[in-house]
């Protein structure tokens, strides 16, 4: 039995069964990243002033990385253009940019990832509290580049290439005098579970996208000779996600990074 409305649009809505259902399932994505979004707000507003974080992500990479996935709405949109005009070849160019800016994209959040699980704050002793980014390790303590903050001020600690005039030093701490150490990692604070909350989750969608884009770029690429109009609205289909992927991002960027 052949499935009604693959390839041409119900009468009663004007969609295809796929689009109806991406639509759906964007909807519910609403509802989702809406929630978190909503409890960020209420936790941020209903901080002490002052008291909220700042400055602890890296805006030049953050920026890098929007405009990375600017691009790949641009080249998913151009790849769906090509198919409607039959220009097989210009389509797996465009798909191919998309895949390639997907990799680029989690390649600059694996590396801001790493740069936080490597960023330490230490607190001493005698009081003191260093904060940078451990660089060795030995048997008996382990090395930091970073500078002594105030204790006060430890929770508000400015990323190092946003404080050029903080001067960096390698600083050697023993064990014996550590009575506190933990990396900016999700359990750090409340800001950074947030951050990585909200952005591990995109990551996921975009892992996601990227696998569903890979497979129509690669395997999925023979229906286009079986049943072109179909491949076509699929390759929509799956562009309608990737755009929503992206507005997630332009939402996430200035609320974690600017803001």
């Given at each position: 039995m052949?499935?009604?409305?693959?390839?041409?649009?119900?009468?009663?809505?004007?969609?295809?069964n796929a689009k109806l259902g991406i639509w759906l399932f964007l909807?519910?994505?609403?509802?989702?990243?809406?929630?978190l979004f909503s409890s960020y707000i209420l936790l941020r507003i209903g901080a002490e002033p002052g008291a909220w974080p700042h400055g602890l992500?890296?805006?030049?990479l953050g920026?890098?990385?929007?405009?990375?996935?600017?691009?790949?709405s641009i080249?998913?949109?151009?790849?769906?253009?090509?198919?409607?005009?039959?220009?097989?070849?210009?389509?797996?160019?465009?798909?191919?940019?998309?895949?390639?800016?997907?990799?680029?994209?989690?390649?600059?959040?694996?590396?801001?990832?790493?740069?936080?699980?490597?960023?330490?704050?230490?607190q001493l002793n005698d009081?003191?509290?260093?904060d940078g980014h451990m660089v060795e390790k030995s048997a008996d303590g382990f090395t930091i580049h970073g500078h002594y903050v105030d204790k006060a001020e430890a929770a508000k600690v400015t990323h190092a290439w946003q404080e050029h005039e903080?001067?960096?030093?390698?600083?050697?701490?023993?064990?014996?005098?550590?009575?506190?150490?933990?990396?900016?990692?999700?359990?750090?604070?409340?800001?950074?579970?947030?951050?990585?909350?909200l952005t591990g989750l995109h990551a996921l969608h975009v892992i996601g996208g990227a696998l569903v884009i890979a497979f129509l770029w690669g395997p999925g690429a023979s229906m286009w000779k079986t049943d072109p109009e179909r491949y076509t609205n699929r390759i929509e289909v799956s562009g309608l996600f990737w755009h929503f992927v992206d507005l997630v991002w332009i939402f996430l960027?200035?609320?974690?990074?600017?803001?």
């Open positions: 052949e499935i009604p409305y693959t390839t041409e649009p119900r009468k009663d809505t004007g969609l295809f909807a519910s994505e609403v509802m989702l990243f809406g929630a992500l890296n805006v030049p920026t890098v990385n929007t405009i990375v996935l600017i691009v790949s080249t998913v949109v151009m790849a769906w253009a090509s198919l409607k005009m039959k220009n097989f070849g210009n389509f797996r160019k465009y798909q191919a940019v998309t895949l390639v800016c997907s990799l680029c994209f989690l390649g600059i959040k694996s590396y801001e990832y790493n740069d936080k699980f490597s960023h330490y704050e230490v009081g003191r509290v260093v903080i001067k960096h030093e390698e600083i050697k701490i023993k064990n014996s005098d550590v009575k506190y150490k933990e990396n900016y990692g999700p359990w750090h604070n409340t800001y950074m579970a947030i951050y990585f909350t960027f200035p609320v974690l990074y600017l803001l």
